[in-house]
C-alpha cells in the first residue's frame, strides 16, 4: 500500500512539474515552433487546444469538489491524503488551462459548442473561423452517451467519467466506509474519462506546452488508478464495471 501510493504521489509531483513547467513555457514563448512544424499562432475557438482547456477545466473542478466533499465524509488518512493530492493537483492544473484561455484571448464558454467537440477533429488547431479543425460546424458534433477510448459518458453527465448530480448527493450523505468506497469509484470512472480525454489532447493538441501537460496528467491518472483499485480491493469493493 505505501509503495505504490509512494509511485502515486511521485507521479502527482511529476504532473506538478510538467505544469509549472508549460506555464512558463507559455508565457515565455515556448508555445511556438518546436521542431515539429506546430504554429506559434493562438489556437481558434474551436481548436483541440481550446477545446480541451474548456472541457478540462469543468471536468477537473468536479474532481476537486469530490475530493473536498470525502474529505469531510471519513477519517480515513489514506482516502484523505489522496483527495487532497488530487484536489490541489487537478486545481493547479485548471488555473493552467484557464489561464492559457485567457492568453490565447478566447472565452471560457462556448454556448454552441457541445462537450467534447473537439475529439476526433483534425487539423493543426489554429484556425480562427467559427468552424470545427475538419472544417464542420461544431453544433453538429454531440458526444453525449459516446465511448471516447473505453470512457463512456453517462445519462445525466457532461463529460466522460463525470459524476451525476445524483451521485453527488449520494457522495455527500455517505460516510465513512461508504464514503471511501463511492469516492474511489467515482474517482476511478473520471480519472478513466480524464486520461481518454488527455490523451486525445497528447494526440491532437497543436501547443506544445498543453500536449506535455496532458501527457503528465495521463502518467499521474493512471499511476492514481492503480491505487485506488488496490484501496478499494482492501475495503472488499471494486471499480464498478
Not at 469543468?58 to 487532497?84: C, G, K, N, P
Not at 469516492?183 to 490523451?199: I, N, P, R
Amino acid at each position: 500500500m505505501s509503495r505504490t501510493y509512494w509511485a502515486a504521489g511521485a507521479a502527482v509531483v511529476v504532473a506538478a512539474l510538467f505544469a509549472v513547467g508549460a506555464t512558463v513555457a507559455t508565457a515565455n514563448g515556448g508555445g511556438g515552433d518546436d521542431g515539429s512544424g506546430s504554429s506559434s499562432r493562438a489556437p481558434g475557438l474551436y481548436s483541440a487546444d481550446a477545446g480541451f482547456a474548456r472541457d478540462m477545466a469543468v471536468h477537473h473542478q468536479q474532481a476537486v469538489e469530490m475530493s473536498f466533499i470525502v474529505r469531510d465524509r471519513t477519517q480515513d488518512e489514506a482516502v484523505r491524503s489522496l483527495a487532497y493530492d488530487i484536489a490541489n493537483t487537478q486545481a493547479n492544473q485548471r488555473g493552467m488551462l484557464l489561464g492559457w484561455l485567457d492568453l490565447w484571448g478566447l472565452p471560457k464558454v462556448v454556448a454552441d459548442e457541445p462537450p467534447m467537440s473537439w475529439m476526433g477533429s483534425g487539423g493543426d488547431g489554429h484556425g480562427t473561423s467559427g468552424q470545427g479543425m475538419s472544417g464542420q460546424d461544431m453544433a453538429g458534433h454531440d458526444m453525449g452517451g459516446h465511448d471516447m477510448g473505453g470512457a463512456t459518458t453517462k445519462p445525466g453527465a457532461l463529460m466522460p467519467g463525470m459524476a451525476t448530480k445524483e451521485e453527488m448527493d449520494r457522495l455527500r450523505t455517505a460516510q465513512g466506509r461508504d464514503a471511501e468506497v463511492l469516492y474511489l469509484q467515482l474517482m476511478t470512472d473520471h480519472h478513466k474519462g480524464g486520461v481518454a480525454m488527455a490523451q486525445g489532447c497528447a494526440t491532437q493538441c497543436a501547443t506544445p506546452a498543453e500536449r506535455k501537460l496532458a501527457e503528465g496528467m495521463v502518467a499521474a491518472q493512471r499511476s492514481e488508478l492503480t491505487l485506488m483499485a488496490d484501496m478499494l480491493k482492501q475495503r472488499g469493493a471494486a471499480p464498478r464495471a
